[in-house]
């Protein structure tokens, strides 16, 4: 396990970015064009409620550096959990792990996902770069594209493994942009698509969250058989409300969180 909080949200970083091309770049726009600085609010992984690489699994990776639990987040329709985790020092990222409950999925997506699980040795999952190794299990296109029909999720995870999902850009951290439509005006002109499920803006102050985030890039992925491009990362941004002590709001809003997964949906 990392000692290091800033060496294990680097490597992160490293490899969300090789398979999400617009997120160096809008990156790039903010810091050196905008002149902004740039704080991440959180980072979202995925993962299969299966020994060994249950949710609480890769937890420990950020529980080992002082994390602890924050709230827990139940998605009925898509049939996860989540949990988020925060850190005593509000300079680090949140972390925010789903997974999925694969109990409640087909016999015939359960029998897939179980394949791919047991190739996953469970020394790999506490080995110090798990959460940024990718994939642990061949995977054939075809197998991908089943998975899709019932669970985009699972045929996300299938194809990229484990990586960040998403970084995210705090919003409060900006001078120059004080909403989330200004950064949604941002992206649009530079030609970004935004997720419009549930609306370009996912949440309100009500909430004490406002959320919005890209459509995943596109990339090619190896399958066992062939190489396809499909749809890996995604960027999202945050804007927290302060509750009435004054602190900013440090959790998430299910209904929020329900659509930002739809970034990934292939298609859209």
Not at 57 to 75: N, P, T
Not at 104 to 126: G, I
Not at 151 to 161: H, V
Not at 183 to 212: C, F, M, R, T
Request: proline share 5%; hydrophobic share 35%.
């Amino acid at each position: 396990m990392h000692t290091d909080p800033d060496t294990l949200f680097e490597r992160l970083w490293e490899s969300y970015r090789q398979v999400t091309p617009s997120a160096e770049r809008i990156h790039k726009i903010l810091g050196a064009e905008e002149g902004q600085a740039i704080v991440n609010d959180h980072i979202a992984l995925r993962t299969f409620n299966l020994d060994p690489v249950r949710l609480d699994a890769l937890a420990e990776h950020f529980l080992s550096l002082g994390y602890r639990q924050g709230g827990e987040y139940h998605f009925e329709a898509k049939k996860l959990y989540a949990r988020h985790y925060e850190h005593p020092s509000l300079e680090l990222p949140k972390v925010f792990i789903s997974e999925l409950l694969v109990e409640q999925c087909s016999p015939e997506l359960q029998s897939v996902v179980k394949r791919l699980v047991e190739q996953v040795r469970p020394e790999a999952v506490a080995a110090d770069d798990f959460l940024y190794s990718g994939r642990h299990w061949q995977v054939d296109y075809n197998t991908y594209r089943e998975l899709m029909k019932e669970s985009e999720y699972a045929a996300w995870m299938a194809a990229w493994g484990y990586r960040a999902n998403h970084f995210t850009v705090s919003i409060n951290h900006l001078d120059q942009f004080r909403s989330v439509p200004e950064i949604n005006q941002l992206l649009k002109a530079h030609g970004y698509k935004v997720n419009a499920s549930g609306g370009e803006v996912k949440g309100s102050p009500e909430d004490l969250l406002e959320q919005s985030s890209t459509m995943a890039d596109r990339v090619p992925v190896a399958f066992a058989d062939q190489t396809v491009t499909i749809p890996s990362c995604f960027y999202e941004f945050a804007l927290r409300y302060p509750k009435p002590d004054g602190q900013l709001y440090s959790g998430f809003v299910a209904a929020s969180a329900d659509k930002i997964f739809e970034s990934t949906n292939a298609g859209s």
